[in-house]
């Protein structure tokens, strides 16, 4: 192989690495973004109307235990964080600002609207999340006769530990028994756009022996969960 | 052997391989927002009529074996035509091609890496399918050939999943918009079938041209049957593309394919199937054109040519200010460009050609 082949081929591999690091470099920072430790998983959307703004968003998310505390327990904690915006994207911007993470909500199972602000009309937040590529057009849809947030809040499982678990598991009662639909957001948009279908979604609320003040008709006598009632 | 002759098999999976590449992106919603329910019967139309193309397109080659549109054309208008048609050609699949790199590379970028720029994930394509073309000649078609089941697969799979979520009563009313929206304006869908450019490059470059019929005629079903399943699938799921999703409409029905707990999120299954073709789609395309240069140039090789081409389809991915001028391109103005050039301007060279051939044979015999 004489000079000018060798030559040649040095300068094939330096742009053969020059290009790998290039790339490399471009890529890290959609990694680094998306990377677990970077990101704060939405399980379930509450929205309510705001006193200041349009709108308060509630944000529930999962506090994994870190895998330092072992595998044994599987228990998990929910933080539950609102915010008052004119927007739900305005919402997720301010709360990204609040957490220092980045939120994600392809886990969010459950989007909650409280009943006063579903009667005003829904359409324009349906629109916005299923245009969000993140949001799974699987994710329940529930018209709480409370707040939004108080239903986040109040609603946690008995004999599950995830809440995301239980969130993905409880509209699928459904397929057993006749007093739960499983209304997800994608056929909730369907029936929006659709001149001929209508909505629906599931009627939440709470009952509580604290708190009275919610009532639902045709309630369950059994629950798997503590205090609400669909 | 020849090692630069194409077998039937990957011979339609070049035209097939471009009626995917556009079907992964915006055309079965084109084709749902023109037709509207209509849309499954119009492509039955619309397939009857472009097999009576494919036919034509055979029939009018019968009479040039083993030429191309390009050798058709130095015979029917000289140097002069041959240099047209071979730079309208070179510029159709560099810039078709290009600007749906660039929706591809976006619509990747909003999903998977949205701290990147754009720039990247295209240069990403680009390093592929340059690295593909200073493979040998049959390298990329045989890959091409070797990656189709699997995209053919994946849409049955997608159909198949998604049954649970169809209402079959979306396809209803059968005539859309009316029988002169769906029988005459729908004649527009004939665009689907772009990969029929394809056709007017193969007769030199296949081992048995004698199978240059069967070509024609299965390219074109295969390809039918997977816009049928893919038309079928969104038609059936969702109330038409009009109002959401600015992003693949495929990629939309893929994220509904859930079994149980544990087998859920396959879209970013589906997206590796699809970047694979894309691959190879700009493998053909830019080895079609290079080929077409090669041709009107008279140059011997063609490997020195790979990095020019590669270099000037990356400066058109990024010509599009945004992503609402390129999705322009793709919607508007590459249908046009497919009616015209493809199916009109290249389908009346042949027939010319073939009408002058006769009348050369008719003065010989007299």
Redesign the interface.
């Given at each position: 192989m004489n000079i000018p082949q060798i030559l040649k081929k040095i300068v094939i591999y330096i742009f053969i690495l020059f290009?790998i690091i290039?790339?490399i470099a471009?890529?890290s920072?959609?990694y680094?973004?998306?990377n677990i430790d970077n990101l704060a998983f939405v399980v379930a959307l509450g929205i309510d109307t705001g006193q200041t703004h349009q709108l308060k968003v509630t944000f529930q998310f999962t506090n994994l235990p870190s895998s330092m505390e072992g595998s044994s327990s599987k228990e998990s904690q929910t933080v539950n964080n609102t915010v008052e915006a004119p927007s739900i994207n305005t919402a997720i911007q301010l709360m990204n600002a609040y957490l220092g993470k980045k939120l994600n909500l392809s886990h969010c199972k459950l989007i909650i609207f409280s009943e006063e602000i579903a009667s005003q009309g829904v359409s324009e937040y349906i629109?916005t999340l299923?245009?969000d590529?993140q949001v799974?057009?699987?994710s329940n849809i529930i018209v709480s006769k409370c707040d939004a947030k108080t239903y986040i809040e109040e609603s946690f499982p008995s004999l599950e530990e995830l809440s995301s678990q239980y969130y993905?598991i409880f509209a699928q009662s459904d397929q057993y028994t006749g007093l739960v639909v499983n209304s997800t957001i994608?056929d909730f948009?369907?029936g929006l756009?659709?001149d001929e279908?209508s909505s629906y979604a599931i009627l939440g609320g709470l009952n509580s022996s604290q708190d009275a003040d919610f009532t639902i008709e045709g309630k369950r006598d059994s629950e798997n969960i503590r205090f609400s009632r669909f | 052997m020849n090692q630069t002759k194409l077998s039937s098999l990957e011979a339609i999976s070049l035209v097939l391989t471009i009626t995917i590449a556009h079907t992964v992106l915006s055309l079965p919603r084109i084709l749902l927002n023109s037709t509207k329910s209509a849309t499954l019967l119009n492509l039955l139309y619309v397939t009857g009529i472009v097999i009576l193309l494919a036919w034509l397109i055979y029939y009018c080659f019968k009479k040039f074996p083993g030429q191309d549109i390009l050798d058709v054309s130095h015979f029917l208008g000289g140097n002069i035509l041959k240099n047209i048609v071979g730079s309208l050609f070179i510029l159709y699949f560099v810039v078709s091609s290009s600007i749906l790199l660039r929706n591809f590379s976006q619509s990747i970028q909003?999903?998977?890496?949205?701290?990147?720029?754009v720039t990247?994930v295209i240069?990403?394509f680009i390093?592929a399918m340059t690295i593909v073309n200073y493979l040998s000649f049959h390298a990329s078609f045989k890959a091409t050939s070797f990656i189709m089941p699997f995209a053919i697969i994946s849409v049955l799979f997608l159909f198949l999943a998604n049954i649970d979520?169809f209402s079959f009563s979306r396809m209803f009313p059968l005539l859309g918009d009316g029988i002169i929206d769906t029988f005459i304006t729908g004649i527009g869908n004939v665009s689907a079938f772009c990969g029929i450019s394809v056709l007017y490059f193969l007769p030199p470059l296949l081992k048995k041209p004698e199978n240059y019929k069967k070509i024609c005629i299965a390219s074109i079903i295969i390809s039918a049957i997977y816009l049928f399943l893919c038309v079928a699938t969104l038609l059936f799921m969702?109330?038409f593309f009009?109002?959401?999703?600015e992003?693949m409409p495929l990629y939309?029905a893929t994220?509904?394919i859930?079994f149980g707990?544990f087998v859920q999120r396959l879209e970013s299954v589906f997206l590796l199937v699809w970047m694979i073709v894309f691959v190879c789609y700009l493998g053909i395309t830019s080895k079609i054109s290079i080929l077409c240069f090669k041709k009107i140039t008279k140059i011997k090789y063609h490997k020195p040519l790979v990095l020019p081409f590669s270099l000037f389809m990356f400066a058109i991915t990024l010509l599009p200010k945004n992503y609402a001028e390129s999705i322009f391109f793709e919607n508007t103005i590459f249908r046009y460009c497919v009616w015209f050039f493809i199916f009109a301007f290249c389908i009346g060279i042949l027939l010319i050609a073939n009408w002058k051939m006769r009348t050369n044979k008719k003065e010989e015999i007299s």
């Open positions: 290009m290039l790339l471009s890529f920072s959609s680094a973004s998306l629109y299923m245009n590529s799974r057009p699987s993905e994608g948009f369907n756009i659709c279908c | 909003v999903i998977y890496f949205p701290m990147t720029n990247f240069l990403f390093i979520n969702f109330e009009i109002s959401n999703d992003l939309s994220r509904y859930e707990s």
